[in-house]
């Protein structure tokens, strides 16, 4: 099973980002998983920012939970973040991650731009 980020390249300040997390070579079968968003700004350490669990919940980081949305689609293979009002410290790698009961799943991230 791979995941992939698509790419947004670069967005302006007060916009909203949208990122899909597409998985391929396999389907997340399990009922069991939590599908995450994590990204590091430049010079920094990872930052998650929320996950949706298998039954449908979703739980975001305190300072981002204003601005993100996370779903995803099973049927499709697909996860979604959506955040708005972009920021230029919203600048980063994006990366999306699933974790199961017996493994762990990245995607290779995407980089996200915030200028004007």
């Known amino acids: 099973v791979q995941l992939q980020e698509s790419c947004p390249g670069l967005v302006k300040p007060s916009q909203t980002l949208s990122l899909t997390c597409t998985v391929s070579?396999?389907?997340?079968?399990?009922?069991?998983?939590?599908w995450s968003w994590i990204r590091q700004p430049p010079g920094k350490g990872l930052e998650w920012m929320g996950a949706i669990a298998y039954s449908g919940s979703t739980y975001y980081s305190p300072s981002l939970e204003s601005r993100t949305t996370i779903s995803r689609d099973i049927a499709k293979n697909m996860g979604y973040l959506q955040m708005n009002n972009l920021k230029p410290e919203d600048t980063g790698v994006y990366l999306c991650n699933i974790v199961t009961r017996t493994r762990t799943y990245w995607g290779q991230g995407t980089q996200v731009t915030v200028s004007s």
């Open positions: 070579g396999g389907s997340i079968t399990t009922n069991y998983y939590y």
